[in-house]
């Protein structure tokens, strides 16, 4: 049951064990059977919330699509790799990341609310990471130095599956450090397990000098039903800037019509669609990814039908590359 209940609750009440989740859509129990196959070493981990904006009975369905392993997972194909956007060679210390100028990326937990199939970072060495308030103290202490750095970034995992006393606490050390200007919060949160936006949540981020914005991702609108909307709207009435980005991915939204609602959808509620990724290759995804020939025509697409703030851009992100690469 959801509603009434806080985020941790929601945490702790995920589908776990993929012959609930598929008991739970009405799904026959060789669908379970392939996922108990192709999770192991990144389990199935889907809110109830997620899950209740599922059609029962339905194997296509596209949030399904996002959080149900299938034996496509285990094949090997060349060119899908461990470590697929260089995050190994960014590190600037366990837990501190620098990809960008002017930016630095701090990966506060390895804890995600919900495990996305296509996941970059599902091989990712999260047992190397400081795992306590106290072990981020290296990381504030490296950006103190750097006076070339104006942004952090709070990544994971996802930086809102720890605690808001703690963020707090974190959003003034950095705060502290006068060359910082901005923080960014990149968060599928608001989306997985909308209680997420608390009034703590709120307080900490209206209240830090450094200007806030918050970086959810969709990738298609049946995952923004009431509750996330007016999650979202919370934190839009709180005076933060929202961004969203997208992952283009095979079965779930790589079509025009998926595209332009989810579009619609965030504009509606004031978030404005940032980037629309090209998946990162990375092992086990493969099933997921489009050709970039037919993702340039499907943001030309949303271009002849929406307004431009409405169009993400298109983007690729390449290991050692200055910036993202812009498709389209
Ligand atoms: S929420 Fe983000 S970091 Fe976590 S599994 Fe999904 S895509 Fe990966």
Known sequence: MHGGETWQGALKGAFRDPVELCRHLALPESFAQAAIRASQGFPVFASREYVAR????????????????????????????????GDNNARLLPGLL??????ALMIVTGACAIHCRYCFRRHYPYEELPRSPAAWQGAIDRLAQDPSIDEVILSGGDPLTVVDSQLA???DQLAAIPHLRRLRVHTRLPIVIPQRVTSQLLQWLRGTR?????V???????????????????????????????????????????????????????????????LDRVAGAAHFEVPISRGRELVQSLR?????????????????????????
């Open 54 to 85: 599922m059609r029962p009975g339905d194997p296509t369905d596209p949030l399904l699509r996002q959080v149900l392993p299938i034996d496509a997972e285990l094949d090997t194909i060349s060119g899908f790799a461990t470590d697929p956007v």
């Open 98 to 103: 620098q990809k960008y100028d002017r930016r």
């Open 169 to 171: 606490q974190l959003a």
């Open 210 to 214: 450094l200007t806030p914005y918050v």
């Open 216 to 278: 959810v991702h969709a990738n298609h609108a049946q995952e923004i039903d009431a509750e996330v909307a007016a999650a979202l709207t919370r934190l839009r009435e709180a005076g933060i800037t929202l961004l969203n980005q997208t992952v283009l991915l095979r079965g779930v939204n790589d079509s025009v019509e998926a595209l332009v609602n989810l579009s619609l959808r965030l504009v509606d509620l004031g978030v404005l669609p940032y980037y629309l990724h090209q």
């Open 304 to 328: 002849d039908r929406l307004p431009g703030y409405a169009v993400p851009r298109y983007v690729i992100e390449q290991a050692g590359e200055a910036a993202k690469s812009v498709l389209s």
